[in-house]
């Protein structure tokens, strides 16, 4: 610990004795300063002991030497020490009642102690404070680097919150807690997700301060990684500032975790063109051999039922994407398979009902509610997102799974959603999907003949075609429905023919006339 005053008292060599503020001894020295002026306040740092020997002062002058101690304690010294024998044999009162009125401990020095003494004896303990500290540092460093090496980042947040008397927690690039210490901290870093978010928008490195005397404990933020956006964040919780030694702690787990987080990031690049290896194998029908290549790397996650994910997202989008759909299945302890395709792309393979795909569905939804928002107020993003989720599959279903996901993102487009499932088309109506340009247009030349022939007044070909095809060629109920003759109909119907070209007994001709004919809203 640094120098104190009371250590300075106990110096055998020094022979100093105590004149005023006896209660505040436990003050740490930053160091000794001589000064004879008047007014020594403008060269003062604060956390000096000032030697004085009275030389420019009317130290028997009370309200003097009130105006002159409370400047002192106002600049923030921490002690007086007066040298008696030189200008005064003895402190004088005045002096002395002003450093108790303001609390200012006042030393006595004698004659036979120079106040180079003093000063040596505050610079050594200073040195010895730092040798300390700078070792203690080391040694924390070795501490620090072996957990990481052997426990990973859980044991070096275990050594560190040891090291700073405190708590520590890793958080992942999404600002979700990773990892605490000890675990009853696990609580209170929850708490600073918000403030984990906003360090996460600074360019790394960053750091800020939490908290303070009036909050349950000093926590420091910082932030991990190398590249413009932060990887990861790490909270060191303590109950009063950080001293020196704990200060090169923090700083040594700063810079292993930031090692770990470029090396994961390293590792994470490899995984990526293995998953791309195992996704081209699923897709080509080899699950198999996806297996194989996988390994342990995805758990059991090609043999469940699992869902494709297919989403067009550029930019900040598809990395968000990215890093919500990984912490989910990291936080949940799951296996994803992430590969992006191109620039705008990006395939994911995850657990059924789990929580990566969860994560997907919510993070859709509010970027849609977030773009609602916008267009109502005149915005706008020029980015846009859009995914297609298969139904669940099996590893030989692959192919069929991303072929879903693909007919699901087309949906998506057309319909102007952010999301579709494929178990929504299936479980719909088919009609939502004549919507499409391409399906009016070949439905009104289809119907096109019909209506002008019924523009000429000659009949009501469109009408009758409807009211049979809805009554599966059923003449009576038919006619019944039109209110004519049943041979009214069939007349009718042949001209549909005739003037089609085509035959009504062939289910396809049957099929599309009435598709067509949904696609108009003919009435």
Same mark, same amino acid.
């Given at each position: 610990?640094?120098?104190?005053?009371?250590?300075?008292v106990h110096h055998s060599a020094l022979k100093l004795t105590v004149r005023a503020g006896e209660g505040r001894l436990d003050v740490p020295v930053r160091w000794a300063h001589v000064s004879e002026l008047a007014d020594p306040v403008p060269y003062m740092e604060g956390g000096e002991l000032l030697l004085i020997t009275a030389l420019k002062l009317d130290a028997e002058d009370p309200q003097a030497m009130r105006r002159y101690v409370k400047r002192l304690v106002g600049a923030g010294v921490v002690g007086l020490g007066f040298a008696v024998g030189v200008n005064y044999e003895e402190i004088p009162d005045a002096l002395v009642g002003a450093a108790e009125k303001e609390g200012l401990p006042l030393l006595e020095v004698p004659r036979r102690t120079p106040f180079l003494a003093i000063s040596k004896a505050v610079s050594a303990a200073i040195?010895?404070?730092?040798?300390?500290?700078?070792?203690?540092?080391?040694?924390?460093?070795?501490?620090?680097?072996?957990?990481?090496?052997?426990?990973?980042?859980?044991?070096?947040?275990?050594?560190?919150?040891?090291?700073?008397?405190?708590?520590?927690?890793?958080?992942?690039?999404?600002?979700?807690?990773?990892?605490?210490?000890?675990?009853?901290?696990?609580?209170?870093?929850?708490?600073?997700?918000?403030?984990?978010?906003?360090?996460?928008? !600074?360019?790394?490195?960053?750091?800020?301060?939490?908290?303070?005397?009036?909050?349950?404990? !000093?926590?420091?933020?910082? @932030?991990?990684?190398?590249?413009?956006?932060?990887?990861?964040?790490?909270?060191? +919780?303590?109950?009063?500032?950080?001293?020196?030694?704990?200060?090169?702690?923090?700083?040594?787990?700063?810079?292993?975790?930031?090692?770990?987080?470029? !090396?994961?990031?390293?590792?994470?690049?490899?995984?990526?063109?293995?998953?791309?290896?195992?996704?081209?194998?699923?897709?080509?029908?080899?699950?198999?051999?996806?297996?194989?290549?996988?390994?342990?790397?995805?758990?059991?996650?090609?043999?469940?039922?699992?869902?494709?994910?297919?989403?067009?997202?550029?930019?900040?989008?598809?990395? *968000?994407?990215?890093?919500?759909?990984?912490?989910?299945?990291?936080?949940?302890?799951?296996?994803?398979?992430?590969?992006?395709?191109?620039?705008?792309?990006?395939?994911? /393979?995850?657990?059924?009902?789990?929580?990566?795909?969860?994560?997907?569905?919510?993070?859709?939804?509010?970027?849609?509610?977030?773009?609602?928002?916008?267009?109502?107020?005149?915005?706008?993003?020029?980015?846009?997102?859009?995914?297609?989720?298969?139904? $669940?599959? *099996?590893?030989?279903?692959?192919?069929?799974?991303?072929?879903?996901?693909?007919?699901?993102?087309?949906?998506?487009?057309?319909? +102007?959603?952010?999301?579709?499932?494929?178990?929504?088309?299936? @479980?719909?109506?088919?009609?939502?999907?004549?919507?499409?340009?391409?399906?009016?247009?070949?439905?009104?030349?289809?119907?096109?003949?019909?209506?002008?022939?019924?523009?000429?007044?000659?009949?009501?070909?469109?009408?009758?075609?409807?009211?049979? /095809?809805?009554?599966?060629?059923?003449?009576?109920?038919?006619?019944?429905?039109?209110?004519?003759?049943?041979?009214?109909?069939?007349?009718?119907?042949?001209?549909?023919?005739?003037?089609? *070209?085509?035959?009504?007994?062939? $289910?396809?001709?049957?099929?599309?006339?009435?598709?067509?004919?949904?696609?108009? @809203?003919?009435?």
């Open positions: 610990m640094p120098p104190t005053l009371a250590s300075l040195a010895a404070d730092q040798y300390r500290a700078v070792t203690a540092g080391f040694a924390a460093q070795r501490e620090l680097t072996r957990q990481a090496l052997n426990a990973g980042p859980e044991g070096l947040l275990s050594a560190l919150a040891a090291q700073v008397d405190g708590w520590a927690a890793l958080y992942d690039a999404s600002g979700a807690v990773v990892a605490t210490a000890p675990e009853w901290a696990g609580r209170r870093a929850a708490r600073l997700t918000a403030e984990v978010e906003r360090l996460r928008e !600074r360019p790394a490195p960053a750091s800020s301060v939490v908290g303070g005397p009036d909050h349950e404990d !000093r926590v420091e933020l910082h @932030s991990l990684g190398t590249g413009r956006r932060p990887r990861a964040a790490l909270a060191v +919780g303590t109950a009063a500032a950080l001293g020196t030694a704990e200060r090169y702690a923090v700083h040594s787990a700063i810079a292993l975790l930031t090692l770990t987080t470029e !090396r994961s990031r390293s590792l994470h690049a490899a995984e990526q063109r293995v998953g791309e290896a195992v996704l081209r194998m699923l897709l080509a029908g080899q699950p198999d051999h996806a297996r194989a290549v996988a390994g342990d790397l995805y758990g059991r996650l090609l043999d469940a039922p699992f869902r494709m994910l297919v989403a067009d997202a550029g930019g900040e989008l598809r990395a *968000g994407l990215t890093e919500v759909v990984e912490s989910a299945a990291a936080r949940s302890g799951e296996a994803v398979l992430v590969v992006p395709e191109g620039e705008e792309r990006l395939v994911v /393979l995850a657990a059924d009902g789990g929580a990566a795909v969860t994560a997907c569905t919510e993070y859709a939804a509010a970027w849609e509610a977030a773009r609602t928002e916008a267009d109502e107020q005149g915005g706008g993003d020029a980015e846009e997102l859009v995914v297609g989720l298969s139904a $669940p599959a *099996g590893p030989t279903g692959a192919a069929a799974a991303y072929r879903q996901a693909e007919q699901a993102l087309s949906v998506a487009r057309r319909r +102007g959603r952010v999301l579709v499932e494929h178990e929504q088309l299936a @479980s719909g109506s088919v009609l939502p999907l004549l919507a499409d340009d391409a399906v009016r247009a070949f439905a009104d030349g289809l119907l096109r003949a019909l209506r002008e022939h019924d523009a000429t007044g000659r009949g009501d070909l469109v009408a009758s075609l409807r009211a049979w /095809l809805s009554r599966h060629g059923q003449w009576d109920a038919a006619a019944a429905d039109l209110g004519v003759h049943r041979h009214t109909l069939r007349y009718r119907m042949r001209r549909v023919e005739e003037i089609l *070209g085509r035959s009504l007994d062939d $289910p396809d001709v049957r099929m599309e006339l009435w598709l067509a004919l949904k696609a108009t @809203s003919a009435d």
